[in-house]
């Protein structure tokens, strides 16, 4: 499994967003080979929709490209880099659609009421994770998400 949409606390955000850039630069600068053309176009498609609706681009390059150059890149290459798109809102499809690509999105939220229900409003729930320093907090949250699995990790 992987993690390719993140909620964050508003309070958190920015701070979280610069440490995960680092990462992403430090860390894991492999691109990911997707086995079909089409499955990288998806994952373009999926970013360009978030980028069309408001979001940014944290970290990765997003093509420029017309539909028939990428058409034609991707008979030759299906090795989309690490992307990280933040200022994610509901209404993107990122947020509502698996890309099944080296995509994160990440979505700010107010308060545990807010995060609970964004997390809870998706068609998806294989997994999710609570990540929090609060052990109470975090196990009354993990009761509250709607998942196949939800794990609680407390980060002192």
Known sequence: MSTDRLL???????????KLKHVLGTEWRRPFSLVLANGAMKVR?????????????????????TEEEIEYHHKK?????PTLVAGVTKEMD???????GPVMSVMAFKGEEE??????DNM???????????LAKGIKVAQEIVSGCVN???NA
């Open 152 to 154: 609680s990790v407390i």
């Open 94 to 100: 990122i947020n509502r659609l698996e890309n099944f």
């Open 115 to 120: 995060g609970i229900k964004l997390a809870n």
């Open 77 to 81: 290459t299906t090795l989309p880099g």
């Open 124 to 134: 998806y729930g294989l997994s999710a994770s609570v990540w929090t320093k609060d």
């Open 8 to 18: 964050v606390e508003e309070s958190i955000h920015d701070e979280f967003i610069e």
């Open 45 to 65: 498609a999926l970013v360009q929709d978030a980028l069309d609706k408001g979001a940014s681009l944290a970290y990765g390059v997003q093509s420029t490209l």
